[in-house]
């Protein structure tokens, strides 16, 4: 084999291990996505299907015998069985805190609540009636009632994980290849506001977000008529909130980074994490019982649920204040220390 | 002139500045002092200081120790009013790509509140009139250096600080940039520049300054520089079939030096004046050897090799 061909490898496997944050990203970050992703799909040991049963819909009696029979089909340690209010279960199904829900129709059958077009809901189901006798058969009762239904959970989490994408690629990456070029320095070389240059990215950013929300909002409106129950002021303020929280965190995240291939695998080390365990596709309920509290406080979790709560349940500004807070405490706080260790050269 | 100069306090002042990174020591006790006015060339070959110098004035790097200051400040005590005093290109900068020539001197004096009309002036003055909706990325090199130098001076800076301002530009461009900054002179602004081009130095500048391993080794006006150096003139030649000149040469009179210039392959000769010797020395050369014979005046580049062994531009 030739030199020159040995001597190009080398120089590619030279680039490579002599960046050792290059190297942590492209190596650390896939291990752990594999070992997170791993816990939260392990059928075999953790994934529990949750299952709401309305309490309203079925006499003392059959709860009784509903528990009963939950008992023993928990026994097989895959089901999760939770007797509910019916508008506590109808929410939980909402946020995709619950499977399916099973409550009694007005002729007094057992039917399944869920929308077929959700995958768990799907599996869910099946799993549950593969365990039962062919008479017992429950029928499904899909839902179509707008914000019930998988479409109704999903969207809004497209939105979150728009704003989330469009941000720390926008900003966090700008200001990566900005500092590459030379032109952070040149331009801290000017009585340039540091302020007004951070929030050039924010206002341009917000108006890039905007435009990707609303084209899926568009989208969804006309392909499954999907409708926003809460007020438009609740949603935009509360959009800002997420806004900000995700800039400050680009911000952060492009603080020190000299070059844009760091740059790509500290971004992809946030949003990937973020991606998978914040329930967008699905719950982040599928994870073990331990982790929940944390995933919950994800910045994505806390934004798509908030969205979820203002585009589904019809909430308003003052029932989301406590996620909006907590995103924009989280969007000052990366700010600040970003600033802190923020390298203009 | 030296009325002014003692009693204006100077634009400029440094006195033992020191700036290592980690064990390598690159400015290594710095005393340099400038006044309104002066055109100073930075000169030094590759990793001399020259960038660490003009940096460390521009308030980009902190020294290690040393006194410094600019128009009698600091940049810790007063960084805003030096960021308008101070007009600086970098030695490499990208600008933005998606930016054309005008909008990118609007970005910048936008930031030292300048109004438009003082943008246009300026890239009258750099000539980049007809540039001014090209994008920046399809500018020629020459090009590009005076938008650095327009950017440089969109707010009408007292001092202009320039990091090799003319590496990389033809003979052609390097010219053009020469005049602009010439004519930059009757606004009683002052200038400092690192090159590696003695010409450049020599043309715009009426003080030199040679950096070499952290240090000043020389700073005065061209002439004073090679005058302070005995040897003035210069005799190179070249012998036929590689022959070696002889020893006697040493014993000319007025003799200063003599060694074999590896990149032009001809023996360099410096004496006190070649009007007394070149006679002596076609006698002990034997004029039938020569192949040829070149006397030139000593110039920077001499003296920096009598200094160093090294040249300037390496
Ligand atoms: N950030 C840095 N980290 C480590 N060493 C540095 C750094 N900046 C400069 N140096 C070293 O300091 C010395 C002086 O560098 P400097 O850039 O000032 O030289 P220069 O005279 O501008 O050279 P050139 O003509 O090549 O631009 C060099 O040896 C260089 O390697
Ligand atoms: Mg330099």
């Known amino acids: ?114 929308d077929p077009g959700n995958r768990e809901s799907s599996s869910t189901y099946l799993a549950l009636t593969s ?15 707008k914000g019930h239904r998988y479409i109704d959970f999903l969207i809004p989490g497209l939105i979150a994980m728009g704003v989330m994408n469009s941000i720390l690629w926008g900003v966090g990456y700008s200001i990566i290849e900005f500092r590459m070029k030379k032109l952070l320095r040149r ?43 809460g007020d438009f002021l609740s949603l935009f303020l509360f959009f800002l909130a997420g806004n900000f929280a995700f800039s400050g965190i680009a911000l952060l995240i492009s603080s020190r ?7 790509n695998g500290i971004i992809n080390a946030v949003t990937m994490p973020m991606l ?15 982790v929940i509290p944390l995933l919950e406080k994800l910045p994505l979790a806390v934004f798509a649920d908030g969205l979820r709560m203002i585009m589904n349940e019809g909430a308003d500004i003052s029932i989301v204040a406590g996620k909006a807070v907590y995103l924009v405490a989280i969007g000052l706080a990366s700010y600040l220390a970003g600033l802190k260790i923020f390298r203009w050269n | 002139m030296i009325e002014n100069r ?81 007009g600086l290109s970098f030695q490499d900068t990208r600008f933005v790509d998606r930016l054309t020539v005008m909008e990118t001197i609007l970005l910048f004096s936008s930031f030292y509140k300048v109004p438009k009309k003082k943008a246009v002036e300026v890239l009258e003055k750099v000539k980049l009139t007809e540039k001014a909706n090209a994008f920046v990325p399809s500018l020629s090199g020459g090009q590009r250096q005076r938008l650095a130098l327009a950017i440089a001076l969109v707010h009408s800076p007292e001092i202009l600080l320039l990091d090799e301002p003319t590496t990389g530009l033809d003979p052609h461009a390097r010219r053009d940039l ?50 302070s150096h005995a040897a003035e003139q210069v005799i190179e030649f070249q012998l036929i079939d590689d022959l070696a000149p002889p020893e006697s040469l040493e014993k000319l009179k007025g003799f200063k030096e003599l060694y074999f210039e590896q990149r032009t392959h001809k023996w360099v000769l410096k004496v006190d004046s070649h009007f007394s010797t070149l006679k002596k020395f076609l006698s002990k050369v034997g004029q039938d050897n020569l192949r040829l014979l070149e006397t030139r005046k000593m110039n920077l580049d001499d003296l920096f090799i009598s200094m160093t062994g090294r040249h300037l531009s390496e």
Not at chain 2, 40 to 50: E, Q, S
Not at chain 2, 191 to 209: G, K, P, S
Request: proline fraction near 2%; charge should be neutral.
């Open chain 1, 1 to 114: 084999m030739n030199n020159s061909l040995w001597k190009l490898i080398g120089m590619h496997l030279k680039e490579f291990y002599r960046d050792p944050e290059i190297l942590f990203w492209t190596i650390f970050l896939p291990i752990a996505t594999a070992y997170i992703l791993g816990v939260a799909f392990d059928d075999n040991r953790r994934h529990i299907q949750k299952i709401a049963i309305v309490r309203e819909s079925v006499s003392e009696n059959s709860i009784t015998e509903w528990q009963q029979k939950a008992t023993s089909l928990s026994a097989r340690e895959t089901f999760e069985f939770s007797v509910l209010s019916g508008e506590e279960a109808m929410l939980r199904l909402r946020r995709g805190r619950t499977a399916l829900v099973l409550q009694s129709d007005n002729k007094g059958n057992v039917v399944a609540v869920f």
């Open chain 1, 131 to 145: 365990l039962l006798s062919s008479e017992e058969k429950i029928p499904i009762q899909a839902i179509t009632q």
């Open chain 1, 187 to 229: 331009l801290h070389a000017t009585p340039m506001s540091r302020l007004n240059f951070f929030l050039s990215y924010f206002v341009v950013r917000n108006l890039v977000t905007l435009f990707e929300a609303l084209i899926l909002l568009v989208f969804g409106y006309f392909s499954f008529k999907h409708m926003i129950q």
């Open chain 1, 257 to 263: 980074a000299g070059n844009t291939r760091i740059g």
């Open chain 1, 276 to 290: 998978v365990l914040s329930g967008i596709f699905f719950s982040y309920l599928n994870f073990p019982e331990s």
């Open chain 2, 6 to 86: 003692l009693v204006s306090q100077p634009v400029l002042e440094i006195k033992e500045l020191h700036k290592s990174f980690r064990n390598l020591k690159a400015l290594n006790g710095v005393d340099l002092t400038v006044h309104k006015g002066e055109y100073v060339a930075l000169l030094g070959p590759n990793g001399a200081g020259k960038t660490t110098l003009l940096e460390i004035v521009e308030g980009i790097q902190k020294p290690d120790k040393g006194f410094i200051h600019l128009f009698g400040t600091t940049w810790h005590e007063n960084q805003k009013e030096l960021r308008h005093k101070v």
């Open chain 2, 178 to 227: 020469w005049h602009i900054l010439d004519q930059l002179r009757k606004d009683g602004l002052t200038l400092i520049l690192t090159t590696h081009y003695m010409e450049e130095a020599e043309y715009l500048c009426q003080r030199i300054v040679i950096l070499y391993q952290g240090k000043i080794l020389a700073d005065g006006a061209m002439d004073q520089l090679l005058s």
